[in-house]
């Protein structure tokens, strides 16, 4: 098992929902943390008690490129490294295929799958000069099977975990190993609306998180490409 002593890893979208439980999992384990967010006054409210040299801010829109080479940069200038991504910005939509709306499939398509892709690309070298590169991308089990009519979500998870594998494919010989997490439904602001189960029944962020920890903590020779949680019983085909 790796160590967190000394590694660094960046979360993106940290400021509520599996995010947040991720980073207070890892910041527990004893990760350095880049955050990367829009909100960042809850990102800040979210670390004040931590330890400041453990802990960077910084400002990251999925939607906006301009804003993410200066993340990754501004991290490896506090840290002078990254040992592991964790994409977990994204949006949902109900959008369906007899109803579509292209600014809504241009803006999901944005956050869920060109986001992540761009983040991986300019973290990529660092992962790389890490030899134990780490990159999780935050799926969903609607990227294994579809059971609902949000097509637009659907298709960009789908999509999610096509991006995983060719993450796993491209710097394996460097030590870099991506896994894509596929969670069903958990209670977060994502499922507000839903009324499939109670909320106390749906997987946990902090159950997620903890996931997350292990599968950074894997060694090279232990990898997880995929990891599907649910909380009820379904065929999977």
Not at 62 to 87: E, K, T, Y
């Amino acid at each position: 098992m790796l160590t967190p002593d000394g590694r660094m890893i960046l979360i993106s979208g940290a400021n509520r929902g599996i995010g947040r439980a991720v980073a207070q999992r890892l910041y527990e384990a004893g990760y350095a943390l880049s955050l990367g967010g829009r909100d960042l006054d809850a990102l800040t409210e979210l670390s004040a008690a931590w330890e400041p040299g453990r802990i960077h801010i910084a400002r990251y829109d999925a939607q906006d490129w301009a804003s993410h080479r200066p993340w990754v940069d501004a991290a490896v200038a506090r840290f002078g490294r990254i040992d592991g991504l964790v994409n977990n910005a994204g949006m949902h939509s109900t959008m369906t295929l007899r109803a579509p709306n292209e600014a809504e499939l241009d803006a999901i398509w944005a956050v869920n799958c060109k986001g992540p892709l761009n983040l991986i690309h300019h973290a990529l070298p660092h992962l790389e000069a890490s030899g134990t590169g780490r990159i999780v991308n935050i799926a969903s089990m609607s990227g294994k099977r579809v059971r609902n009519d949000n097509i637009a979500y659907n298709m960009t998870k789908h999509a999610m975990i096509a991006l995983t594998h060719a993450a796993r494919r491209i710097s394996w010989d460097k030590g870099v190993r991506a896994t894509a997490l596929c969670p069903s439904f958990v209670p977060t602001d994502m499922t507000a609306a839903s009324n499939a189960m109670p909320r106390e029944d749906m997987t946990q962020p902090a159950d997620l998180a903890e996931l997350v920890a292990t599968v950074l903590a894997l060694p090279n020779n232990a990898s997880v490409a995929e990891v599907l949680v649910n909380c009820r019983l379904e065929d999977m085909l």
